[in-house]
C-alpha cells in the first residue's frame, strides 16, 4: 500500500511540474481585425425545460442548440455575484440558464499575461482559439485555474464562451495581467460586438 501511495505523489509531482514549465498558450489575433464594434459582447440564452436542470456545460450545449433566444448584450464580463431570484446576466430567468457569449477583448499590448474567470456555475471559455477558463459543474462564485497566454501582437481577439447557471446566485467575471504584475478585474470598455 505504501508503494502505491508513493507512486501516486510521484505521479502527482511530475503533473504539476509539466503543468508549471508549459509554454503560454499563443493567442491568435482576429484576421481581419475587426472596425466599428459595440461595446460589450453579444449574448444568446438558452433554458432548461421546467423540472430539468442544467448541471453540466453538455446540457448547456444541448438547451443553447435546441433553441436559443438573442438576448441583450453584455456590458462586458463584470457580473458579481447575485442574490437568489435574480436574473442570470441579461437573461430573464434565474436559474437553469445557458448563455453563448461571442465577441472580441481588445490587448493594447504584446507579451504573456494571466487571465482567470470567476464563476457561478460552469463555463468554457476560449479567447483567440485557445481555452482559457474552464469549469464543468456546479459552484460558489469562485475562480477557475489562472492560465497563461500569449498576446502576439496588440489588437482584437474572438471570445467565444459557453456559460451556465444552474441553481440560487450567479456571477461571471474576468482577471487579467501581464505576467507578475498582479491581475485585475478586466474594464468592460475593452469588449466589443
Not at 509539466?18 to 459595440?38: D, R, T, V, W, Y
Not at 461571442?102 to 474567470?117: H, L, S, W
Request: hydrophobic fraction near 35%.
Amino acid at each position: 500500500m505504501k508503494s502505491i501511495w508513493i507512486g501516486a505523489i510521484a505521479g502527482l509531482g511530475l503533473t504539476l511540474a509539466s503543468a508549471l514549465s508549459a509554454a503560454p498558450l499563443k493567442l491568435q489575433p482576429a484576421n481581419p481585425q475587426p472596425g466599428g464594434l459595440k461595446g460589450g459582447l453579444s449574448v444568446s440564452y438558452g433554458y432548461a425545460k421546467e423540472g430539468e436542470h442544467i448541471k453540466y456545460l453538455s446540457d448547456a450545449r444541448s438547451v443553447l442548440k435546441s433553441g436559443a433566444q438573442r438576448g441583450k448584450a453584455l456590458r462586458g464580463l463584470d457580473y458579481r455575484d447575485t442574490s437568489k431570484g435574480e436574473n442570470t446576466l441579461t437573461s430573464n430567468r434565474d436559474e437553469n440558464v445557458a448563455a453563448a457569449i461571442r465577441g472580441y477583448i481588445k490587448f493594447d499590448r504584446p507579451g504573456v499575461y494571466e487571465i482567470d474567470f470567476f464563476t457561478n456555475d460552469g463555463i468554457d471559455a476560449r479567447i483567440g482559439g485557445q481555452r482559457v477558463g474552464l469549469f464543468d459543474g456546479r459552484q460558489t462564485c469562485d475562480s477557475t485555474i489562472v492560465s497563461e497566454v500569449e498576446v502576439p501582437q496588440a489588437g482584437w481577439y474572438k471570445v467565444d464562451i459557453t456559460y451556465f447557471n444552474r441553481l440560487n446566485t450567479s456571477c461571471l467575471m474576468m482577471r487579467w495581467g501581464q505576467k507578475g504584475k498582479g491581475m485585475k478585474w478586466v474594464p468592460n470598455n475593452v469588449f466589443g460586438h
